[in-house]
């Protein structure tokens, strides 16, 4: 038994050092297309290799279609593009049933045609411009991994993963989504302008004329088997115990939650965010070459994963408090308190 386990230590010791330099490798190839936004990549990889799905939200014009079909291309993944527009119907996204004819029976049948939800990769694109109840189709493939025709399901191929972009809400044309669709998310990740430098950077590499191909780093089968080690990762029972007090003071509710939250906040966050926020530490670790969650992880992930299950009120929202005033104010206040 024990020499299994000593076997087991060392086999996850050598998927470390093969995740970090497939890290180094991927974000290489990466930098073919993409300038900057290396903050936006990392949580874009965290949220991959922990099974989270990931909410891009930024002006158009970022990158942020480039960035997530440059990411399938080097993971060597299925891709599918989904543009949500206001007239886009759920079986748009799942498929639908279609009348076929048996060439040699000659007899006619329904056959399920599957939508272009059936990929590893799916990028939602604009998905704040088409109403809630077509958002609402990708809740149970998010969720589930499955999709269900006329009470037959059929199972999305993992790893499946949902890569969507979204455009601020006082855009033109944009519809807020739904709560329940937005906890589906594991990130909400900021895509901001980029830097000066940077902006020299794209103009020239875009109206240069040459555009290297992006080669595969990880095949479907090792994103899984890292998917596996990622999970058996260990957390300290005080780790645990510290992002389940993190989550619980987001609840103006709460007896111990600070008093800008109660001033300040709503709805705090549910469950799935604790969940979520250990899950994605040990991404953080491995990624960056430990096997084991630090309180850096959880503090660095705060942010993406509660910005978006947090609930403003209106006091805040007139004084121009932002989500992320809070998150960061939250996090300095349970650390004196740890």
């Given at each position: 038994?024990?020499?299994?386990?000593?076997?087991?230590?060392s086999?996850?010791?050598?998927?470390?050092?093969?995740?970090?330099?497939?890290?180094?490798?991927?974000?290489?190839?990466?930098?073919?297309?993409?300038?900057?936004?290396?903050?936006?990549?990392?949580?874009?990889?965290?949220?991959?290799?922990?099974?989270?799905?990931?909410?891009?939200?930024?002006?158009?014009?970022?990158?942020k279609?480039?960035?997530?079909?440059?990411?399938?291309?080097?993971?060597?993944?299925?891709f599918?593009?989904?543009?949500?527009?206001?007239?886009?119907?759920?079986?748009?996204?799942?498929?639908?049933?279609?009348l076929?004819?048996?060439?040699?029976?000659?007899?006619?049948?329904?056959?399920?045609?599957?939508?272009?939800?059936f990929?590893?990769?799916?990028?939602?694109?604009?998905?704040?411009?088409?109403?809630?109840?077509?958002?609402?189709?990708?809740?149970?493939?998010?969720?589930?991994?499955?999709?269900?025709?006329?009470?037959?399901?059929?199972?999305?191929?993992?790893?499946?993963?949902?890569?969507?972009?979204?455009?601020?809400?006082?855009?033109?044309?944009t519809?807020?989504?739904?709560?329940?669709?937005?906890?589906?998310?594991?990130?909400?990740?900021?895509?901001?302008?980029?830097?000066?430098?940077e902006?020299?950077?794209?103009?020239?590499?875009?109206?240069?004329?040459?555009?290297?191909?992006?080669?595969?780093?990880?095949?479907?089968?090792?994103i899984?088997?890292?998917?596996?080690?990622?999970?058996?990762?260990?957390?300290?029972?005080?780790?645990?115990?510290?992002?389940?007090?993190?989550?619980?003071?987001?609840?103006?509710?709460?007896?111990?939650?600070?008093?800008?939250?109660?001033?300040?906040?709503?709805?705090?966050?549910?469950?799935?965010?604790?969940?979520?926020?250990?899950?994605?530490?040990?991404?953080?670790?491995?990624?960056?070459?430990?096997?084991?969650?630090?309180?850096?992880?959880?503090?660095?992930?705060?942010?993406?994963?509660?910005?978006?299950?947090?609930?403003?009120?209106?006091?805040?929202?007139?004084?121009?408090?932002?989500?992320?005033?809070?998150?960061?104010?939250?996090?300095?206040?349970?650390?004196?308190?740890?």
């Open positions: 038994m024990i020499e299994v386990m000593e076997e087991n230590a086999s996850d010791v050598l998927a470390v050092e093969k995740l970090g330099q497939a890290r180094q490798q991927i974000n290489l190839e990466l930098k073919k297309s993409i300038v900057g936004m290396e903050e936006v990549i990392d949580q874009v990889l965290i949220a991959i290799f922990s099974r989270g799905h990931v909410l891009l939200e930024g002006v158009p014009g970022l990158a279609t480039l960035l997530i079909n440059s990411i399938a291309d080097s993971m060597s993944l299925s599918s593009r989904i543009q949500f527009t206001p007239d886009l119907m759920p079986s748009d996204i799942t498929g639908t049933e279609i076929r004819d048996d060439p040699e029976s000659g007899a006619r049948e329904f056959v399920f045609a599957k939508g272009p939800i990929a590893n990769i799916v990028l939602a694109d604009e998905i704040n411009r088409t109403p809630p109840k077509t958002q609402a189709a990708l809740l149970e493939a998010m969720q589930e991994k499955k999709v269900t025709a006329r009470g037959v399901e059929y199972k999305l191929e993992p790893p499946f993963f949902v890569l969507a972009t979204q455009n601020p809400l006082d855009q033109e044309g519809y807020s989504l739904p709560e329940a669709q937005l906890d589906r998310f594991m990130f909400k990740v900021h895509v901001e302008y980029p830097t000066l430098a902006e020299v950077a794209i103009i020239n590499s875009v109206t240069g004329g040459v555009r290297e191909t992006i080669n595969s780093v990880l095949s479907s089968e090792e899984i088997s890292m998917q596996d080690m990622i999970r058996r990762v260990p957390v300290a029972n005080h780790l645990v115990e510290y992002s389940a007090k993190l989550v619980r003071a987001t609840r103006p509710n709460e007896p111990e939650s600070p008093q800008f939250i109660k001033d300040w906040i709503s709805w705090g966050c549910g469950p799935r965010a604790g969940l979520n926020l250990v899950s994605a530490a040990k991404a953080r670790a491995v990624l960056n070459g430990r096997f084991n969650v630090a309180e850096e992880d959880i503090n660095a992930l705060a942010l993406p994963i509660f910005r978006h299950r947090l609930g403003l009120n209106f006091a805040a929202m007139s004084d121009g408090i932002t989500t992320d005033r809070v998150i960061k104010e939250l996090v300095e206040a349970v650390l004196v308190e740890a």
